[in-house]
Structures are given as C-alpha cells and as structure tokens.
C-alpha cells in the first residue's frame, strides 16, 4: 500500500499511470453525461410549480456540488503539500483551481437563469449567492496569488495558505440555507430517508452528478499532466517525451 502511496507522489509514475487511465475516464464521462442528460430532459417529470425550467437543476445543483467540492480537494491537497513538502500534492492543488473555478462559474450562471423565472430576478444578495460568489472569488485569489510569484514552492506555499483559510466558506454555503432566511431552497439529494424530488429526477440528478464527478478526474487529471510537464522540463524523462525517445 505504501509503495503505491509513493508512486502516486512521483510525477513520472503519476504521467504514465494517468497516460492509461484518461481513455477510460473520458469514455465514462461521455456515456454518463449522455445517460444522464436523457434521463433528465427527456424522462423525468416536470415540477407542477416551475414546469420545464425545472432541468436546469441537472446542470445547476452538480455544477454547485463540484465548485465545493474541487474547492475541499484544492485545500486538502495545498495542504499536504505545505504540511509535508510533497510535490504531487501542490501540483494536483494547483490543477483543481482552475476546474473548480469553471464549476463555480458554471453554477453562478445557470442559478441566475433559473433564479429570474423562479424569483423574479437573476441575482440576489441572499445567502447562499452570496457565500458561493465568494468561493468564485477565492478560485480567482488563489489562480492570482500562485501565477504572483516566479518561485514555485513559495507560489505553492502561498496559496496552500489561502486554500486552507478559504476552507471556512464550504459550511458557511452549506448551511447558510438553514443559519439566514434566505430564498434558496433547502437540501432535497442529501435527504435519502425522505427525497425531497420525485424518484425519476433523483435517479437523473445523481447520474449527472457522476458524470460531473467523472469530468472533474478527467480534467484535473489533464490539468496535473499539463503542470507536472511544465514543472519537471528539464528532467530526462519529460526530454525523452518530448523528442519522442522512450527507450
């Protein structure tokens, strides 16, 4: 088990394991986005309230659930990497910052276009908006506080330190539904004992879900090959690949 645990910290294995893994990772996110986009737009039932306009949640809630989440694997991973001095772990940090920013985005916009025919504008300052526009802003924090530096371990450090204090703001978003009146709805997929949705939106949310999950691995997997190439440019093993010499 150890060995493999150091394998996985070493750009080279890393590089070529992930080599093997992405044609399956991206075939996987391909089938269940389809799957899921067809349970969600096509079969699932329509919400008696908001019609139609109910499917943006298949693109919303996962899109919201992996901005968090990418945020949670960027601080955990910087922190490994402060804490431990491990390479691999502020690499992987630092590839989350930009995939996760692209989620939190993605949730900003579509929960405007959602919030304008549900409450009657795109944007409030309510709560949980507010709290999530910060993770945005945390995302930009860290991508300009790591590119300010021209040293990378003291860029790593530095935004290893914002990630880990910006850690703070996930269970103020989580919970701002329940600590503020706020107009954002509450849990409904955290609540299997009682689902808040009908059984067909559930089942196709949480294969979106998995789809977004598989996209993130995808991505930050792309995203880590591309950083450990810039980082490891003058070892010999990034010169072999690059002139195509593998022997």
Not at 3 to 16: D, N, R
Not at 66 to 95: L, N, Q
């Amino acid at each position: 088990m150890w060995t493999w645990f150091y394998q996985l910290a070493s750009p080279k294995w890393f590089y070529q394991f992930s080599t093997r893994l992405l044609p399956w990772f991206r075939w996987i996110t391909g089938l269940l986005f389809l799957l899921g986009l067809a349970l969600g737009l096509l079969f699932s039932q329509v919400d008696y309230q908001q019609g139609n306009t109910v499917r943006i949640l298949y693109i919303h809630v996962p899109a919201a659930f992996m901005g968090m989440f990418a945020y949670v694997v960027m601080a955990i991973t910087g922190a490994i990497g402060f804490v431990w001095r491990i390479k691999m772990a502020h690499i992987v940090s630092v590839s989350c910052a930009s995939v996760g920013a692209l989620f939190t985005l993605l949730a900003l916009i579509t929960g405007a276009v959602w919030g304008k025919p549900t409450w009657g504008t795109y944007w409030i300052w309510d709560a949980r908006l507010t709290s999530f526009l910060i993770l945005f802003f945390l995302y930009l924090g860290f991508m300009a506080l790591h590119n300010a530096f021209d040293d990378k371990k003291t860029a790593d450090r530095a935004a290893a330190v914002l990630a880990i204090v910006g850690l703070v703001n996930i269970p103020i978003i989580h919970f701002s539904v329940e600590w503020w009146n706020t107009l954002h709805q509450g849990a409904t997929i955290s609540k299997f004992e009682k689902p808040s949705m009908d059984a067909d939106m559930l089942a196709a949310l949480l294969v979106m879900l998995a789809a977004y999950q598989f996209y993130f691995l995808t991505a930050l997997m792309q995203r880590v090959r591309a950083e450990i190439l810039v980082r490891e440019k003058l070892s010999g093993w990034v010169q072999k690949l690059v002139t195509g010499n593998n022997s």
